[in-house]
């Protein structure tokens, strides 16, 4: 024999010698799901381990996450039922929860990049992230609040605004608002290649924001379409994007791979809600080593390509690799 292969993987110091792919603390972004009231931190059924904070919970658990070496974290909110309307118009309350959770965060850890959830959902009955209209979800109007949105979330201190909606012409909405209002540096983590997903299943438990009527088809796109990706990529960096992402990341490696190689801006991927959600139950049923299970799908998500990830996992990965 010329080459024998097992020659690069025979110990633990050569394995270390050549790996190609090694996801750091630093490629993480922490989703975290805010809640009203004090000393709230409620476990979310579908994820277990994962919860719903409220702004005191969501404080300690910024320091914690610091001290762990995590420094972004991508800001989701519950809404109560009572302020939910037609209109959305808690998506627009400058004291609203998605405000004071940007305050809080900063509060507790300046240095904490932030990034927001914009879309409607939330604050939509009808848990569609447009505006509705006859059953239809709204482009255009959409737009102007979501670029409303994002300034109030660029005023509080947010980082980024990262828009979940995939309406058309978001980017180039929120971008505008933006800069007319003085938030040059407020950059926008756009969720470009977002599917229809099955695997949202859990998260729309965490928000009680799963649709009242039909599903997310028309905006979000089709499972079945690869090129696509690279289209609504290319238009959203176009558009003014900083940063694009894949959504989900397990299911859609090949995706990821893409759109890595088609940009040149950094590439993000969002190992979601029901990705965590499989691990979470196998490793319960004794099916799959938890820990190997975590570590195995996010240096895949890396390995195709994601420069960043975001993941439910993120803080259990930094206790794994802890020095
Ligand atoms: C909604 C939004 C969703 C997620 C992030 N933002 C759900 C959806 O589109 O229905 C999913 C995240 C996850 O499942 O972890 N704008």
Redesign the pocket.
Known sequence: MIRRNRTLRKSPSVRELVAETRPGVDDFIV?LFVTEGTGVKEEISSMPDYYRLSLDNLKKEVNELWALGLKSVLL?VKVPDNLKDEFCSEALNKKGLMVRAIQAVKEAQPGMCVMT?V?L?PFSPH?H?GLVKNFEIVNDETLKILSEMSVIHAEAGADFVAP??MMDGRVAAIRTALENNGFNKTGILA?SA?YASC??????DALD?A?GFGD?KTY?MDMRNRKEAIKEALDDINEGADIVMV??AGAYLDIIREVKNAVNVPVAA?Q???E?AMIKAAAQKGWLNEQAAITESLTAIKRAGADLIAS?FAKDFAKLNRE
């Open positions: 989703p989701f959830d879309a959902d848990g992230d979940s909606d969720y977002k695997f949202y299943g859990p998260f729309r924001s649709p997310k979000q959504k989900p969002y979601v809600s029901g965590y439910y």
